[in-house]
């Protein structure tokens, strides 16, 4: 499986960015798909994770009520909806599915299973 980022970019602080990441292989159950983000000489965070059928959502509390993910199951496509960013987002953002089932929806990297390459966001102040 190969999940390919999108959407980074440079914003002013307050703009918005919309992160795509589509999975290539369409055939392969998705359980969770989920945000991560990496900083500049920082260790790999949380930021939301959802379901595949849609009925649960996390967020990071740093995130909450400013940043959004959605999925559109047809396109095998998973978005975040990053909205009021602040220059602390700044960040390469990674998205990453969890296909075995092994686990409920988690905030935990270790148990997503495939990664994509990241695209870089910067917002300045």
């Known amino acids: 499986v190969q999940l390919q980022a999108s959407g980074g970019g440079l914003v002013l602080a307050g703009g918005s960015l919309r992160l795509s990441c589509d999975a290539s292989?369409?055939?392969?159950?998705?359980?969770?798909m989920g945000w991560f983000r990496q900083a500049s000489g920082q260790e790999r965070e949380f930021v939301a994770a959802?379901?595949?059928?849609?009925?649960?959502?996390i967020y990071a509390d740093s995130v909450k009520g400013r940043f959004t993910i959605s999925r559109d199951n047809v396109a095998n496509t998973v978005y975040l909806q990053m909205n009021s960013l602040k220059p602390e987002d700044t960040a390469v953002y990674y998205c990453?599915?969890?296909?075995?089932?092994?686990?409920?929806?988690?905030?935990?990297?270790?148990?997503?299973?495939?990664w994509g390459q990241g695209t870089l966001v910067t917002v300045s102040s």
């Open positions: 990453a599915a969890h296909t075995s089932g092994s686990y409920t929806l988690t905030r935990r990297a270790d148990v997503y299973d495939y």
């Open positions: 292989e369409r055939s392969l159950r998705m359980y969770f």
């Open positions: 959802m379901t595949w059928r849609g009925d649960k959502k």
